[in-house]
C-alpha cells in the first residue's frame, strides 16, 4: 500500500494508447496479432516493509504490450492523509483507498530500494481474458469508480486484485468456485499475530482491539486478503480455458529481489510466556512496594507511579476497544473479550488512587472496591476460555494483565483493611 503522490500517475486515457497505438512498424509478411494477444497480465506481489501499513505486504496487476513494451500498474493500495476527514474516517472505519495507474520500472525499483521481496508472476490468460481485465480496471480507474471503503481483511488492495481477476470475461468466478469452501485452517488473527509479532507495540495494539470476528476458521478464498497468499493460490492453480482444457493459471514467475532484513514468517509464534513473565515482574515489582506503603514514602510514591501508569494504559486500551466495538464501522472490533481485562473502570481507579495512597477512608474503600471488580472480572474472562463461545485468542492480553490486576487489587485490600483496624481502636 503507498500514499497517494508518491508516486507519478499514468491517466487511463493516456495508458490506452500507450498500450494499443505506440506500435513499431512491421513489414507486411508478418500477420498482425489481435490487441489481446500482444499483451501480457503480470501479478506483482510485495513482501512486507517498514511501516506498519506495509507489513501484510503489497500487491498490484501489470499490464505490458509485448510489441512495443509499454506497460502500466494497476495499484488499489493508495491512500492520502490529505483526503477530507481523513483520520476521523481511519478511527470510524470508513476510510476510503483509491486505485490508481503507475509507472511499472519507478514502482518496482522503489520497492527494491526499500529492501522488500519482489515477485513477478506472468499469467496465462487468453487474448479476450486480458482484453476483459483491462477493460475491468480502466473502468476501476475512473474518477467516479476508483474510490473504496477499505477493510483491512474483506476488502483491500489484495482483495480487490483477486477480484478484478476472478471477474466476468476474465476467470468468471473460478477462484471463487475453488477456494470458497476449502478451509484454510488459519484465521484472520493467525495471520495478523504471524505477520506482527517481530513488532511488539503494533502486536500489542492490534491483539487488544481485535474481537473475536476475526479469530473464526477462514477460507482460501478469504485468506487471499494477503497478497503473498494469492501469489501462492497463482502458483498452484488450475484453470478451464476457452476450449474447454485444463491448463496452469502461472505461465513464468520471477523472483525480482529477495528481502535482507524483512522476513516474513511461516507461522505465529506463541509469545504468550513473555507477556506472562512481563506481567509477572511488573506485579511482583507492585507486590514489594506494596509492603512497604504503610512505613515508607517513596514506595507509595513509585507504587502509585507504575499502578497508574498500567491504569492509565489497559484502561485506554479497553475504552479504545469499547469505541470500536460500539460506535465505529469496524466489523473486526466487534465481540471483544479483552473489554473483560482491559477494563474502562480503570479509568475511574486512576483517579481514586492518590486519596487511596494518602489513606483517605472513603477513596481507599472505593479504590479496593473497583480494583477487586477488575480483577474479578480479569479471572472471569480467564475461566471464560473453557466455554467454547468465547474462542477468541487473547492470551498474551490475559497473560500479560491478571498477574497486575491480581497485585494491585491486593495491595489496596491490605492498605484498607490495615485501616479499617486501626479505626476500630
Excluded at 381 to 409: E, G, M, R, T, V
Amino acid at each position: 500500500m503507498r500514499r497517494l503522490g508518491d508516486r507519478v500517475k499514468l491517466s487511463a486515457g493516456l495508458l490506452i494508447v500507450v498500450l494499443f497505438c505506440t506500435t513499431p512498424v512491421r513489414s507486411q509478411t508478418t500477420r498482425p496479432a489481435s490487441i489481446g494477444d500482444a499483451l501480457e497480465v503480470t501479478l506483482l506481489t510485495i513482501g512486507p516493509g517498514t511501516e506498519a501499513y506495509e507489513a501484510f505486504g503489497h500487491n498490484a496487476l501489470i499490464i505490458r504490450n509485448t510489441i512495443n513494451g509499454a506497460s502500466a500498474a494497476y495499484n488499489y493500495g493508495v491512500f492520502n492523509f490529505d483526503q477530507e476527514n481523513f483520520y476521523w474516517r481511519f478511527i470510524q472505519g470508513r476510510m476510503l483507498y483509491t486505485m490508481a495507474i503507475f509507472p511499472v520500472g519507478p514502482m518496482i525499483d522503489d520497492y527494491i530500494a526499500h529492501d522488500r521481496t519482489v515477485y513477478e508472476q506472468v499469467l496465462n490468460l487468453s487474448g479476450d481474458q486480458k482484453l476483459a481485465l483491462l477493460d475491468y480496471l480502466e473502468n476501476n480507474a475512473r474518477p467516479q469508480n476508483r474510490d473504496y471503503l477499505y477493510d483491512y481483511y474483506r476488502n483491500n488492495c489484495s482483495t480487490k486484485v483477486r477480484d478484478a481477476l476472478d471477474a466476468a470475461g476474465v476467470l468468471d468466478g473460478q477462484i471463487h468456485q475453488q477456494t470458497a469452501a476449502a478451509a484454510s485452517g488459519t484465521t484472520y488473527r493467525w495471520h495478523t499475530r504471524r505477520l506482527t509479532v517481530g513488532t511488539p507495540p503494533l502486536y500489542v495494539a492490534l491483539e487488544a482491539v481485535l474481537g473475536r470476528p476475526v479469530d473464526r476458521p477462514i477460507s482460501r478464498w478469504e485468506e487471499m486478503f494477503l497478497p503473498g497468499k494469492l501469489r501462492d493460490y497463482v502458483r498452484d492453480a488450475t484453470i478451464v480455458n476457452d476450449a474447454g482444457q485444463a491448463v496452469a493459471l502461472l505461465k513464468s514467475e520471477r523472483l525480482l529481489h529477495q528481502s535482507g532484513r524483512y522476513v516474513e514468517r511461516s507461522a505465529a509464534r506463541n509469545v504468550a510466556w513473555k507477556y506472562l513473565l512481563a506481567g509477572l515482574v511488573f506485579g511482583g515489582i507492585l507486590l514489594a512496594l506494596g509492603t512497604r506503603l504503610l512505613s515508607g514514602r517513596w514506595a507509595r510514591i513509585i507504587w502509585g507511579a507504575m499502578a497508574v501508569l498500567w491504569m492509565a494504559v489497559a484502561g485506554l486500551g479497553g475504552a479504545i476497544g469499547a469505541w470500536g466495538w460500539f460506535f465505529t464501522d469496524h466489523a473486526a472490533a466487534a465481540s471483544n473479550e479483552n473489554l473483560l481485562t482491559l477494563n474502562v473502570l480503570l479509568i475511574a481507579l486512576i483517579v481514586l488512587t492518590p486519596p487511596a495512597l494518602a489513606r483517605r477512608h472513603r477513596g481507599l474503600r472505593l479504590a479496593r472496591l473497583l480494583a477487586l471488580i477488575v480483577a474479578a472480572m480479569a479471572v472471569v474472562a480467564l475461566l471464560l476460555k473453557a466455554l467454547p463461545f468465547f474462542y477468541q485468542y487473547n492470551w498474551d492480553i490475559l497473560a500479560l494483565s491478571i498477574p497486575i490486576h491480581l497485585s494491585i487489587a491486593w495491595t489496596l485490600w491490605r492498605l484498607a483493611s490495615h485501616e479499617g483496624n486501626r479505626s476500630q481502636r
